[in-house]
């Protein structure tokens, strides 16, 4: 995950210990999985919607064909642009990175000593270096000494060295305001053995955070000798990291040629608002990247894939959950869609506001009704006094007097570190309770003032104007399994003002409401003009048809201009493209190589050699399996669907006492790994003792409560056994938890009339035809 300019490089300080980047790398565990009972359902191939989308296209200005510009020194930028250098010296993008001496570090390292997480950690000066003795991946004291620093303010984090161009993002920070040293992980329990370790992968400052911290960064990561060997053009975020490569520029300079942007790749000044916002949503989204840095000129997708409003990222409104940094929240703004760029509010070198105070905001939402801001759509705009206590209900100059504070409030993440949501909310107290979302009323009033500010809220808000379905409570329906959730999902799809983020957020709910119209909304959505709508709507249309029914409307997609959705497409016609896609068959082999490519150049990642094993035994290349697989291990021996993987094609390939000894191994050293726990009860049920699995599964079921498969294995093992009653037990606390779970749902149905329970049966069927009575597996 990317950092901020201004921030240390903590990958998820708020995330609980589990697999990293699982919702990113699209894993598979495998098909010699148990088939366990479900319900299989195919929709008929049927036309289309008729589309209503603009053509898709790329928005990003295209240069004439010049040599392929490089890096240049950026001392040579400060001749012609002094203004803008004088901002940017001193600013977080500048001193986003520095190498550790006298003059950068700000922690205390005169001989301090620091507990926590049972673990003591010394810091300490010796000659002109800075060290840290701490545990190490062994969990033995070692001293390590500092290299580089991350970030000036409210922290900073410190990078070690650790060997073989390796460098690690230590878990302890110096809290630049208080003074003190503070765990990043406070009261977690992370140890040498815990995963987010500082010694272990998911802290590799390599792959996780320098690229945002430096300009023009390269991984460079040799996979034969397991070592990088890193490189930057400059420390820090400097021009080029966001203008690209300027030695075009500086030919432009001396001649005064027609080169395009003036010999840059890109213009961030163009009319068309995403190419700035996409160069900036680089570093401020949360996304996995798609190869070794990115590519000025091309799009977002092209180099990254960002992540939707998931559950564990976002509240069920869009405002942030976990660390996800601007991008996502403002992708799915009023401001966003008026044509707003980041650079209308920040200065982009002094990173700092463009004006004081509610001046910001003012530039738009101002008594003439009118905006300031050239290429902002002003339509709408209503002509009010917004700095006035008749607006802001407060009291000016006290809290809440801000339009931050009521309309982008915010959380603390890595310890003290406050983010401010960029979806630009107005708040609703009322709204809040019901959906279980955060709200700015509500932080700042709590107990029985949050009672009296709700009420209250009340009588200002008496708009009885009809209002059309909103998104945050159509997903309140949907993710809570509710009466007319699929109607709720199938009315915010068919709206053509749906932002682009929330569009591919309810995508991915789609498999969970099947019916035609759903399959109809899916396959609309495959042209639509966002890249990222379309590679949600390839997985959405996965889940819906087999192979073969799928592949006439994926294969346009192989010619995608962005290769995120170019990739997607050619993953999901892995199977139909072995027996041959006729036309296609070229653009597909073209985009699966791509594909291929993405992972190889991943390789330092566990998730990236799993990947690939993946798809060479889906393409018949078995010899390459088993080393990918242990490749995975030794890049992350925590990655345990790596582990599970292999279990699983030793067991296929006759190594049955192989794969058990490693998976008991890994048992025994994991014993609360739910998927290790799951796996061997699997196993057992494969060797024909489902008596003896019965503990492992129970045991997952039980780790992760919220697991849909964890649950509804157990219940059908349950099932298998005779323990009917208990089978329904189980999948009754399942829909509690996960009440959208359709085989959770069909399962407990049919296991009710099979214990004689009609009526129970009866009254789940009707609340089932409430939430989508389109769905096939009620004809």
Same mark, same amino acid.
């Given at each position: 995950?990317?950092?901020?300019?201004?921030?240390?490089?903590?990958?998820?300080?708020?995330?609980?210990?589990?697999?990293?980047?699982?919702?990113?790398?699209?894993?598979?565990?495998?098909?010699?999985?148990?088939?366990?009972?479900?319900?299989?359902?195919?929709?008929?191939?049927?036309?289309?919607?008729?589309?209503?989308?603009?053509?898709?296209?790329?928005?990003?200005?295209?240069?004439?064909?010049?040599?392929? !510009?490089?890096?240049?020194?950026?001392?040579?930028?400060?001749?012609?642009?002094?203004?803008?250098?004088?901002?940017?010296?001193?600013?977080? #993008?500048?001193?986003?990175?520095?190498?550790?001496?006298?003059?950068?570090?700000?922690?205390?390292?005169?001989?301090?000593?620091?507990?926590?997480?049972?673990?003591?950690?010394?810091?300490?000066?010796?000659?002109?270096?800075?060290?840290?003795?701490?545990?190490?991946?062994?969990?033995?004291?070692?001293?390590?000494?500092?290299?580089?620093?991350?970030?000036?303010?409210?922290?900073?984090?410190?990078?070690?060295?650790?060997?073989?161009?390796?460098?690690?993002?230590?878990?302890?920070?110096?809290?630049?305001?208080?003074?003190?040293?503070? #765990?990043?992980?406070?009261?977690?329990?992370?140890?040498?053995?815990?995963?987010?370790?500082?010694?272990?992968?998911?802290?590799?400052?390599?792959?996780?955070?320098?690229?945002?911290?430096?300009?023009?960064?390269?991984?460079?990561?040799?996979?034969?000798?397991?070592?990088?060997?890193?490189?930057?053009?400059?420390?820090?975020?400097?021009?080029?990291?966001?203008?690209?490569?300027?030695?075009?520029?500086?030919?432009?300079?001396?001649?005064?040629?027609?080169?395009?942007?003036?010999?840059?790749?890109?213009?961030?000044?163009?009319?068309?608002?995403?190419?700035?916002?996409?160069?900036?949503?680089?570093?401020?989204?949360?996304?996995?990247?798609?190869?070794?840095?990115?590519?000025?000129?091309?799009?977002?997708?092209?180099?990254?894939?960002?992540?939707?409003?998931?559950?564990?990222?976002?509240?069920?409104?869009?405002?942030?959950?976990?660390?996800?940094?601007?991008?996502?929240?403002?992708?799915?703004?009023?401001?966003?869609?008026?044509?707003?760029?980041?650079?209308?509010?920040?200065?982009?070198?002094?990173?700092?506001?463009?004006?004081?105070?509610?001046?910001?905001?003012?530039?738009?939402?101002?008594?003439?009704?009118?905006?300031?801001?050239?290429?902002?759509?002003?339509?709408?705009?209503?002509?009010?006094?917004?700095?006035?206590?008749?607006?802001?209900?407060?009291?000016?100059?006290?809290?809440?007097?801000?339009?931050?504070?009521?309309?982008?409030?915010?959380?603390?993440?890595?310890?003290?570190?406050?983010? #401010?949501? #960029?979806?630009?909310?107005?708040?609703?107290?009322?709204?809040?309770?019901?959906?279980?979302?955060?709200?700015?009323?509500?932080?700042?009033?709590?107990?029985?003032?949050?009672?009296?500010?709700?009420?209250?809220?009340?009588?200002?808000?008496?708009?009885?104007?009809?209002?059309?379905?909103?998104?945050?409570?159509?997903?309140?329906?949907?993710?809570?399994?509710?009466?007319?959730?699929?109607?709720?999902?199938?009315?915010?799809?068919?709206?053509?003002?749906?932002?682009?983020?929330?569009?591919?957020?309810?995508?991915?709910?789609?498999?969970?409401?099947?019916?035609?119209?759903?399959?109809?909304?899916?396959?609309?959505?495959?042209?639509?003009?966002?890249?990222?709508?379309?590679?949600?709507?390839?997985?959405?249309?996965?889940?819906?048809?087999?192979?073969?029914?799928?592949?006439?409307?994926?294969?346009?997609?192989?010619?995608?201009?962005?290769?995120?959705?170019?990739?997607?497409?050619?993953?999901?016609?892995?199977?139909?493209?072995?027996?041959?896609?006729?036309?296609?068959?070229?653009?597909?082999?073209?985009?699966?190589?791509?594909?291929?490519?993405?992972?190889?150049?991943?390789?330092?990642?566990?998730?990236?050699?799993?990947?690939?094993?993946?798809?060479?035994?889906?393409?018949?290349?078995?010899?390459?399996?088993?080393?990918?697989?242990?490749?995975?291990?030794?890049?992350?021996?925590?990655?345990?669907?790596?582990?599970?993987?292999?279990?699983?094609?030793?067991?296929?390939?006759?190594?049955?006492?192989?794969?058990?000894?490693?998976?008991?191994?890994?048992?025994?050293?994991?014993?609360?790994?739910?998927?290790?726990?799951?796996?061997?009860?699997?196993?057992?049920?494969?060797?024909?003792?489902?008596?003896?699995?019965?503990?492992?599964?129970?045991?997952?079921?039980?780790?992760?409560?919220?697991?849909?498969?964890?649950?509804?294995?157990?219940?059908? !093992?349950?099932?298998?056994?005779?323990?009917?009653?208990?089978?329904?037990?189980?999948?009754?606390?399942?829909?509690?938890?996960?009440?959208?779970?359709?085989?959770?749902?069909?399962?407990?149905?049919?296991?009710?009339?099979?214990?004689?329970?009609?009526?129970?049966?009866?009254?789940?069927?009707?609340?089932?035809?409430?939430?989508?009575?389109?769905?096939?597996?009620?004809?």
């Amino acid at each position: 995950m990317p950092k901020h300019k201004n921030k240390a490089a903590n990958p998820n300080p708020d995330a609980q210990p589990t697999l990293i980047h699982r919702y990113l790398f699209p894993v598979t565990i495998g098909v010699l999985l148990l088939a366990v009972a479900g319900i299989g359902w195919f929709l008929l191939h049927s036309q289309p919607a008729p589309l209503t989308y603009a053509p898709v296209n790329t928005p990003v200005a295209q240069p004439v064909a010049v040599a392929p !510009a490089t890096m240049v020194d950026e001392q040579q930028c400060q001749g012609c642009h002094s203004a803008q250098v004088k901002d940017w010296q001193g600013s977080h #993008h500048q001193l986003a990175m520095q190498e550790a001496n006298a003059q950068t570090m700000l922690g205390d390292f005169n001989n301090v000593t620091f507990k926590a997480e049972n673990e003591t950690t010394r810091f300490s000066r010796k000659d002109d270096g800075f060290w840290v003795n701490t545990p190490g991946i062994d969990g033995k004291n070692a001293d390590f000494k500092v290299a580089y620093t991350f970030g000036i303010a409210p922290l900073q984090q410190y990078l070690i060295e650790v060997g073989e161009g390796r460098l690690q993002a230590l878990g302890i920070a110096w809290d630049t305001e208080k003074h003190r040293w503070f #765990h990043l992980y406070p009261g977690q329990g992370v140890t040498f053995k815990d995963p987010l370790h500082w010694s272990k992968p998911s802290q590799n400052a390599n792959f996780m955070c320098v690229e945002c911290h430096t300009t023009g960064y390269k991984r460079n990561f040799d996979a034969a000798k397991n070592t990088f060997d890193s490189q930057w053009n400059s420390l820090g975020v400097g021009c080029q990291a966001c203008h690209g490569p300027a030695s075009n520029h500086l030919q432009w300079t001396a001649k005064k040629g027609d080169l395009i942007h003036s010999g840059f790749a890109v213009d961030l000044k163009d009319k068309n608002a995403t190419v700035e916002i996409e160069t900036c949503a680089r570093c401020h989204s949360r996304r996995a990247p798609l190869g070794n840095g990115f590519t000025v000129g091309k799009r977002l997708m092209d180099d990254y894939l960002p992540s939707a409003l998931t559950r564990e990222l976002y509240a069920l409104d869009g405002k942030i959950k976990d660390e996800v940094f601007e991008h996502g929240s403002f992708a799915q703004s009023k401001m966003f869609d008026k044509g707003v760029r980041c650079s209308n509010c920040h200065n982009p070198h002094s990173t700092e506001l463009k004006a004081p105070g509610n001046g910001v905001c003012l530039q738009c939402h101002n008594t003439a009704g009118k905006t300031s801001v050239e290429g902002v759509d002003g339509k709408g705009l209503q002509a009010k006094n917004y700095d006035s206590i008749e607006h802001t209900r407060h009291t000016m100059g006290q809290p809440g007097s801000q339009c931050i504070d009521c309309h982008m409030p915010g959380k603390f993440y890595m310890g003290n570190d406050f983010r #401010h949501d #960029h979806s630009f909310s107005i708040p609703n107290p009322e709204r809040a309770k019901k959906l279980g979302t955060p709200d700015a009323c509500l932080t700042c009033h709590q107990g029985k003032a949050g009672d009296k500010v709700t009420e209250q809220f009340k009588l200002w808000n008496t708009s009885t104007a009809a209002q059309a379905p909103r998104y945050d409570e159509s997903l309140w329906l949907i993710r809570n399994g509710q009466p007319g959730a699929a109607q709720a999902l199938y009315e915010q799809l068919q709206r053509s003002n749906l932002p682009a983020i929330q569009r591919a957020t309810l995508l991915a709910e789609l498999p969970l409401y099947p019916s035609e119209q759903a399959l109809k909304l899916a396959t609309r959505d495959l042209s639509n003009p966002a890249p990222q709508v379309r590679e949600s709507a390839v997985r959405a249309i996965s889940a819906f048809l087999p192979p073969p029914e799928r592949a006439p409307l994926l294969t346009p997609l192989l010619s995608d201009p962005v290769k995120a959705v170019r990739i997607a497409a050619a993953r999901d016609l892995l199977s139909v493209a072995r027996n041959g896609l006729g036309a296609a068959q070229d653009k597909w082999n073209a985009a699966i190589t791509e594909y291929e490519n993405v992972q190889k150049s991943l390789a330092e990642r566990a998730e990236a050699n799993l990947n690939l094993a993946m798809l060479y035994q889906a393409s018949g290349r078995s010899g390459e399996v088993e080393g990918l697989l242990r490749t995975s291990l030794k890049r992350d021996p925590d990655f345990y669907p790596a582990l599970v993987t292999l279990v699983q094609w030793l067991e296929a390939n006759g190594r049955g006492q192989e794969a058990q000894a490693l998976l008991a191994q890994s048992l025994k050293a994991h014993p609360d790994a739910a998927l290790l726990q799951h796996t061997q009860g699997l196993a057992l049920v494969r060797a024909g003792q489902p008596a003896q699995a019965m503990p492992f599964l129970r045991r997952a079921a039980q780790l992760e409560p919220q697991s849909g498969q964890y649950g509804y294995v157990l219940a059908v !093992a349950l099932h298998d056994s005779g323990e009917i009653d208990a089978a329904c037990e189980e999948l009754e606390r399942l829909l509690k938890v996960q009440p959208a779970d359709r085989n959770a749902r069909l399962s407990l149905i049919q296991y009710y009339l099979d214990n004689g329970q009609e009526p129970k049966a009866q009254v789940l069927l009707q609340g089932w035809k409430k939430m989508n009575m389109g769905d096939p597996a009620l004809k």
